[in-house]
């Protein structure tokens, strides 16, 4: 791709983006450009990557042919203003934020301008990233595949319809923290029966990890391939007799439809 990269924004989504395209090939570190107010983000990423730096957004919007708003969502009408006069006739902006749609950033904007809404998670950072994706009408098919391309670099890619990306958060986005949770709780108890607390992290963490990749690779039901695990009379299905005991499902349900909820909220939609 010789199209120059811009993010404004230089936080750890940005710099998992940045270092996702920049690795695969996708993009020569000459073509990528962020700006940010803090210096140490800079100086971090510019060490490392060898991409362009700079304080100014207005200098990022001018060069970008693709520009991701890697910013806190309450900030994105301030930024917005300062650059929509900047930024190139054809340049197709990205969103990472909860709570900002397609159309807040159209109006943001006030002109015809290509808009890409996305939905990352934190993953992202090691290379394992789940994001959602949709696009405004003015996109072309090329263009998807350049976007696609740039976040299939760190991770997987699914095309939603915008109103089902208000609830990615609660499954893809806001759930690493769920999962976490769990891996510390598993820990935990492999603690308490003895295992030390560095072994027990690895123990909890592989296993979710593998759980995770059979499920995506076999193609399996997760049901049935839980079913495998519990034999008669077993070790398993005694802890999953507990889980189930313990309301497990209705916690994971309950906390997710509290995130569908704020994220609606977000969007003002409730």
Known sequence: MNKTIGFIGCGNMAQAIIGGVISSGLVKPKNVISSDMDNNKLNKISDELNINITNDNKEVAKVSDILVLAIKPHIYNIVIKEIKDMVKDDVIIVIIAAGKNIKSVEEGFNKNIKVVRTMPNTPALVGEGMTAMCFNNK???????????????????????????????????????????????????????????????????????????????????????????????????????KLEEMGLRNAVISAMRSCSEKSLEMLGKK
């Open 139 to 241: 996109i072309t098919d090329d263009e998807k595949e350049e976007v696609i391309n740039i976040f299939e670099s760190f991770g997987k890619v699914e095309i939603l319809k915008e109103d089902l990306i208000d609830f990615v958060p609660a499954v893809s986005g806001s759930s690493p923290a769920y999962v976490f949770m769990f891996i510390e709780a598993m820990a935990d108890a492999a603690v308490l029966d003895g295992i030390p607390r560095e072994k027990a992290y690895n123990f909890a963490a592989q296993a979710v990890l593998g759980a995770a990749k059979m499920v995506l690779e076999t193609g399996k039901h997760p049901g049935e391939l839980k079913d495998m695990v519990c034999s008669p009379k077993g070790t398993t299905i005694e802890a999953v007799a």
